[in-house]
Nanobody
Framework: QVQLVESGGGLAQAGGSLRLSCAAS????????MGWFRQAPGKEREFVAA????????YYADSVKGRFTISRDNAKNTVYLQMNSLKPEDTAVYYC???????????????????WGQGTQVTVSS
């Protein structure tokens, strides 16, 4: 089973950028679809973006489309989330998660992701 460790969070100003990384253990990383989720204080965890095992197919929440980009490097067992044009409402703990098969119908379903990282804090100041 893959294990996940996020990094790259921190403090950014509105309009700025951050890049999150999620490093995975194991030799079968490319067989996992990966997702990024976030949870703001007092709110439920929500879907941000997802990517297929090959990296060919990506999905985004409407709130981040055009500003965030998910990508992966299977040779490095790492998935990334490039976040541009950050807004204060992007402030949250960001989590990466793994699942075996991805589908558009369930891409945002937390229960479909079987492995989660510990999260990394992103704070955007206005």
């Amino acid at each position: 089973q893959v294990q996940l460790v996020e990094s790259g969070g921190g403090l950014a100003q509105a309009g700025g950028s951050l890049r999150l990384s999620c490093a995975a253990s194991g030799r079968t990383f490319s067989s996992y679809a990966m997702g990024w989720f976030r949870q703001a204080p007092g709110k439920e965890r929500e879907f941000v973006a997802a990517i297929s095992g090959s990296g060919v197919i990506t999905y985004y929440a409407d709130s981040v489309k055009g500003r965030f980009t998910i990508s992966r490097d299977n040779a490095k067992n790492t998935v990334y989330l490039q976040m541009n044009s950050l807004k204060p409402e992007d402030t949250a703990v960001y989590y990466c998660a793994a699942r075996t098969i991805i589908s558009r119908a369930t891409v945002a379903s937390l229960g479909e992701y079987k492995t989660w990282g510990q999260g990394t804090q992103v704070t955007v100041s206005s």
